[in-house]
């Protein structure tokens, strides 16, 4: 669906085309255990902050593919929830 719809596609290596990979998920990934409600919250926080932080899109609700709409609908944040102030003002838009 993310490159249908236009999304970017990251340069195919050599050894990506002999394992026949595709250039849209990083192989490497980071563990995380979420410990507590106050975790999940930085958590879902630094993954819905992440495209402005990256300078993908200038709001969080301006990128399509985030989880961030179904959180804004259901109520969990404010629909302009990290499209104003400094990215310090957000919990856990920079991880620790």
Do not use: K
């Not at 990979?21 to 630094?46: A, I, K, M, P, S």
């Not at 200038?58 to 709409?69: K, R, T």
């Not at 959180?71 to 400094?86: F, I, L, N, R, T």
């Amino acid at each position: 669906m993310f490159l249908e719809a236009g999304g970017g596609e990251g340069e195919t290596s050599r050894s990506r085309a002999v394992r026949s990979e595709r250039g849209v998920w990083q192989r490497r990934f980071w563990e995380h255990t979420v410990r507590d409600e106050d975790d999940l919250e930085r958590c879902l926080n630094y993954t819905h902050y992440n495209p402005v932080e990256h300078g993908r899109v200038a709001a969080v609700a301006d990128y399509p593919w985030s989880s961030f709409h179904r959180y804004a609908a259901s109520g969990d944040y404010p629909p302009d929830w990290g499209s104003v102030g400094d990215p310090g003002d957000i919990p856990g838009a920079e991880w620790e």
